[in-house]
């Protein structure tokens, strides 16, 4: 029923094949549009969407033992700022 097909990737702009047995698993999912990236694309962009936005570090003095530390929220000073050291410590 399902011929194999050559597709042009959006991305990239290589062809790559869409094989019989790839429509047909497209089909049984209820897939209704072809695939239009290829495989390397598609991965790609997978891993794109899966990274997380890098975290903005501030400087601080450790309340605890005065050592300069990065924390990732802006100290307010109205609260003690723990360096990793030392906040393991308070949570055991």
């Given at each position: 029923m399902y011929k194999d097909k050559t597709l042009t990737?959006?991305?990239c702009g290589a062809t790559f094949e869409f094989t019989a047995n790839e429509q047909?698993?497209?089909a049984e999912k209820g897939f209704t549009n072809e695939p239009t990236?290829?495989?390397d694309c598609r991965a790609?962009?997978?891993n794109n969407?899966?990274?997380q936005p890098e975290r903005e570090m501030y400087s601080a003095v450790?309340?605890?033992c005065g050592k300069q530390t990065q924390v990732p929220f802006k100290p307010s000073g109205d609260k003690p700022v723990y360096c990793s050291d030392c906040f393991s410590?308070?949570?055991r």
């Open positions: 990737c959006q991305d047909e698993f497209y990236r290829c495989k790609a962009r997978k969407n899966r990274r450790c309340s605890s410590k308070k949570r």
